[in-house]
């Protein structure tokens, strides 16, 4: 122990040599603030009834450590909170520490594009339109060899076949027109086949016409030998079977542009948490109640490199004996220490969550409104 050197009470800071990496060296409260929690540390660790085996650049690392975690506890709960409105942001905006986050729904919108792209609403995703020679006496059609013969890699997804009954509308009849019997082909001389009979928009909702038109496309499914198809793994089955040549047109999306709208290009954008602009903090805007808990950090950091200073020492010679250093319970205290102040500061944070504030606002007016309730009514008498 003769050689360790211990610490003599003083500190002096020197701004870019006094911190291992110097993020706060030019704050003048950093400076300031280094030497009293130096000393803070030191009379807490025993000085000077007793040896602290630290020198003052230790408890001026150690107090940069706990700034710098301070900070990205802050900011990592600022990130968590607003991320979905931070991604896909420009990241070369500028630091993000002084700046108010305002909730955006473009991160939702483009999200909910790609369930456009399924519903065809929309979406990121361009629907191409292909035409397919029928031919007589053929029923079933490789759609995957209609692309390859196209020059499309990677396969095609169909998403409509336009080959259909004409529409039920043509076959509508509708008994409430005149005397319900040869209205229809009166209106088809007009060339109104196609509409149902106006009369029937003021005797009836629109709901029974969509009810017939239902209707007839399930008596001509069932009934009759209907216009349709059917695919199974992009080959293509025609019902009835073609009875001469003719064009089919239908609607498909390429695989491989579906998978290229996965992946957007994010040159210059947001893409993870690690890109969020969040620098180390500004020691001299941390108030009051950030500063204690960052002293507290510190003391807590000092007292573990002071057990692991003494872990090299387990006794110490004595005229006439030995004394047992308390590295141990050093040890053992700092971890609770550094444990017991993260778990309050996450909470702490939580409790300011945009949600749990809102919740507060709403049991604070339920609350306030019931009070209001008990409150007498005034009865005038006159």
Known sequence: MANVTIWDGSATFSPGS????????SDSDFQTDAVKVAKFCGTRLGFPLMDVELQDQNFFACFEEAVTTYGNEVFQYKIRENYISLEGTDSTAGSANNKIVNPSLDRVI????????????GGFVTRHTGSLALTASKQEYDLDAWATSQGIDGGIEIRRVFYEAPPAILRYFDPYAGTGTGIQSLMDAF??????????FLLMPASFDILKVQAIEFNDQIRRSTYSFEIVNNRLKIFPIPTA????????????DKKAASFIDGSGLITNVGEVPYDNPTYSQINSVGRQWVFRYTLALAKELLAYVRGKYQTVPVPGSEAT????????????????????LREMLDQTSRQAQLERKANEGENLSKTLKEVPMTIYIG
């Open 245 to 256: 040549g003719s064009n089919l047109r239908f609607e498909y999306y390429k695989v491989s």
């Open 18 to 25: 006094s911190t291992p990496f110097g993020f706060y060296d």
């Open 325 to 344: 250093l308390n590295q141990a319970d050093l040890l053992t205290d700092s971890r609770a220490e550094k444990e017991a102040l993260i778990t309050n």
């Open 110 to 121: 483009n999200i909910s594009k790609n369930y456009g792209t399924e519903a065809e609403v």
């Open 191 to 200: 060339d109104f086949g196609s509409y149902s009979p106006g009369v029937n």
